[in-house]
């Protein structure tokens, strides 16, 4: 039981992070559905950068920056140029895609680097994930510019006219959701599962995407959406670390699946759209056009 | 007086004598002639559809070594590829490659075989190819082939049975097919030996992941093989590192598959790779182009070539299709120097006697055992899983190459399928 806990633990790690930068994104109504690809960049170059170097400090900051940056470009798209939030994300994972499988196939393998240290068993990011959920729940609910990022979410006409510059803010947020997908890659190439091979994340982003719905916009909603997933997940792969000998492995597979739908027709009822709606930031994924 | 043969009214009898003579040796030496050797040749172009990238895979990556290989040997061949098709892109990749002047076009992954076979007709000069993975459709000039990879399985399970102190061996497998059923026989048969040879008892677990590349997956599978089933001895049926890494992280040794990771690729060194086995598909590619250069309208449309098939490479290395390798070091020096020792000398005896057997055709452990079936593997349409403790083939009778290609869908008794 403890090693499932602790691998969940791990696997959470590289979904919250991914999915509370993403969060922080949509609460000022930038949508990314690219997240993916961000995490592919990031992983990609933070496992490069790691091995050249020989240092994880390089190799984590590579992975921020790279999604950082890939994070501004869908805000001049999404946020300068007005585009299309949904194409510019898909742009910029089938780019990620593609690049990461080019730059990166030349690594493929084991970054044969001593082992990042585990204090109490469990990898540091995942202590920094929770250090991050809750400054992001202080952030959001608790500060001034939370307040910005929520009025630039929801309604952002109202927000300008009370003195908020809702482009500069989103931009920030937008940047620091990037950076955050960037680390949660690097999680995974650093520490989770330190080999490279092409599009090793298999729909993690995705994964992580889905959470910030789940969440409703929530950091520590989020974070539970993350440990439970990931355990079911953990569960599906390996019953034998509780549940030795029952049921078909094809059944355990399709557990994580199967809550998912169950989750997802919840809350696609009436009754939970009335309830919960409102979470939703109401200008997210909408171009924003000073007037 | 001259002898009678050397009269000139015999002149041209001891012409006719020489060509006959000349065609007798070249006929009796067993294979075709290398044509490097036999002067100008008319050019061939080799092009080969790989499903993935080539770069840092050992799949496509021996594959693409394969051809870069032949083109070295034969300066009339001249290899030309395309990355990542899939199955939509077959058909027009193939085409592409033709109208540029390809005449033999393989694609190194099963969903390839159906489309390239459908368009073989089209182009009758052309030689088509597809490896097997259960369908074995030919045609006259569509080829199907595959290594006789379990030979070097079966080698690597007498190196892995010996070393595991725990007895416990994990395989981190793909999903229930013929590919990796055979293979992994090869290996379990192996590993049998091996107990019985040391007369100890080795179990081997099996854990599937879905597919043949899960990177998460295949890593998670293989920590709860060495945390809960107690592994020492790791191999894969998948084809990301994930596992390898996962034998470095936990000390414990890895058995390679499809390529020398070790000596080609850098991945990891000899103090976790306790042997691999390195596939050479130029043997393969090889005889079909040969059946080209003869202008053969009927080439050899089902290739199964295993150890006792070789080549010459162009530095002059003879190599057969498969083979333990590891560090670049074939054979009993393919074994991690640290792993020898832990081995015992019995073993590695039997594993030189059985290479060296195989390398000429006279042993097989799939002739040497029999089969019989653990109850689980793929049911087929029409090929239902044996049940549990049925004999399928007896020891010592030569199991048909259709069989082994086609109809191999149970598992050997005594493995041990995890949930």
Partial sequence: MLELLTRSFEASTILVLAALGELISQRAGVLNVGLEGLMLFGGTLAFITAQSTGSYILGVLAGLAVGGFLGLAHGFFSITLRGDQVVSGMGLWILSFGLTTYIGSPYTGPLGMERIQTPFGLSPFVYLAVILV??????????????????????????????????AIRYLCVTFGGMLAGLSGATYTLSYNPVWNYNFLGGWGFTSLALVFFSMWNPWILLAGASMFAAMWQLSLSPELVLPGILSRYIWRTLPFVTTIVILSIISTPWFRTRWGLARPEALGRPYAKE | MKPLLSQPRFAVFR?????????????????????????????????????????????????????????????????????????????????????????????????????????????????????????????????????????????????????????????????????????????YLGVQDAAKALGKRVNVYVKYVGDWYKPTEERDVARTLASQFKVDVITQQTDSGSPLDVAQERRIWFVGKDMDV??????????????????????????????????????????????????????????????????????????????????SASILKLVNQRRQQMMKGQWDPFFEHAFISNGTGLALKGTPIPAKGSVVKKARQTPSDEFLLGKFNFDLEGMIILK
């Fill in chain 2, 262 to 343: 070790v000596g080609f690729y850098g991945w990891s060194n000899t103090n976790t790779v306790a042997v691999s086995f390195d596939t050479r598909w130029e043997v393969l590619y090889d005889r079909m182009i040969r059946d080209f250069l003869a202008g053969n309208q009927n080439p050899r449309t089902m290739l199964y070539l295993g150890m006792k098939d070789t080549m010459t490479l162009a530095d002059g290395t003879v190599e057969p299709a498969v083979d333990i390798m590891n560090n670049k070091k074939v054979g009993v020096d393919a074994i991690s120097p640290r792993a020898k020792p832990l081995i």
């Fill in chain 1, 134 to 167: 809750a400054a992001a729940w202080l952030l959001v609910f608790r500060t001034g510019p939370g307040l910005a990022i929520r009025s630039s979410g929801e309604n952002p006409s109202a927000a300008e006219v009370s003195g908020i510059n809702v482009a």
């Fill in chain 2, 15 to 187: 012409g006719f004598a020489l060509v006959v003579l000349l065609t007798l040796l070249v006929g009796s030496s067993g294979r075709a002639p290398a044509p490097a050797a036999a002067g100008p040749q008319k050019p061939v172009t080799l092009a080969i559809l790989h499903f993935s990238v080539i770069k840092g895979t050992t799949w496509s990556g021996a594959h693409h070594r394969a051809a870069q290989r032949l083109a070295q040997k034969y300066p009339n061949v001249k290899y030309v590829y395309r990355e990542e098709v899939g199955p939509d892109a077959t058909v027009p990749f193939a085409k592409e490659l033709i109208d540029n002047g390809a005449n033999i076009v393989v694609g190194n992954a099963e969903f390839m075989g159906l489309p390239l076979g459908t368009i073989a007709d089209q182009y009758p000069n052309v030689y088509f190819g597809s490896v097997i993975a259960s369908d074995l459709t030919q045609k006259r000039n569509f080829i199907r082939f595959f290594p006789r990879q379990y030979q070097a399985l079966y080698l690597e399970g007498l190196i892995a049975g010996a070393l595991t102190r725990t007895g416990n061996i994990g395989i981190v497998s793909a999903f229930p097919n013929i590919q990796v059923i055979r293979r992994t026989a090869g290996f």
